[in-house]
């Protein structure tokens, strides 16, 4: 709400309370309530349907975003049009237990992992944008902003339960269009107990991630070892 470029919001959710009805009147938003629930994918999925402008964030109940998120995306995006882009996204600003984390052994990778950006800002390649994504997630969700007349019929994975942003960051990536890097940390991503990360457990978030990376590598030796070493992250 606090946006130097002011943005619509609207609230989605398929867990209507008298909380949220409040806190919606209190600053007069519109809510969605989507009774096809049943996964985090089904819910993202909800609320990018209820979005029509043509650049949207799914914002999480628990992140926050800096006052000028929405123009410097807005900014890239339009810089790039040329480029087709898909995504604008930016790196974090990470609490774990509600403690500021400036390193970490995740932060320090996803930061390797996404080296090319740090020379340019901007990326058609399909073998960069692939590239980006071969070892580990190093797209931070709730930083992604889509350009969503570029994306056609994107939709997340309704089957999985945490590697779901990884999952649409590949196939995004085999897409015509370009991902766009914003260098400026310009939202917190928060991780806790209570999250439903934290809550899928080590065993099945290992096995989505070595099943993704299957697909990724074409093989099975190289997905296990990339698996043994983000268990070190977790």
Known sequence: MNQTLPAKVLVATSTPSEYISNLA?????EVRVNTNSGSIGKDWNFGYSCADT???????QDDEYMP????????????????????????????VNGKLVRVSF???????????????ECYRSKFIKKFILLFSNSISCPGVFFVKGNLGDFGFS??????????AWYDMS???GAFIYVPKALHTHLEHENSATSQQGL???QREEELLLRQIWNGKLIPKLITRMLSFAK
């Open 203 to 205: 065993e099945k978030l």
């Open 25 to 29: 009147t209190k600053y007069g938003l």
């Open 68 to 95: 000028d998120y929405s123009e410097r995306c807005v900014k890239a995006a339009k810089k790039y049009h040329s480029s087709r882009p898909l995504i604008v996204f930016n790196p974090p600003v990470n609490y």
């Open 174 to 176: 085999q897409m015509d």
């Open 54 to 60: 043509p650049y949207v964030t799914i914002a999480h």
């Open 158 to 167: 309704e089957n999985l339960g945490y590697i779901l942003d990884w999952k």
């Open 106 to 120: 995740k932060n320090i990778m996803r930061g390797l992992f996404i080296f090319p950006f740090h020379f340019r």
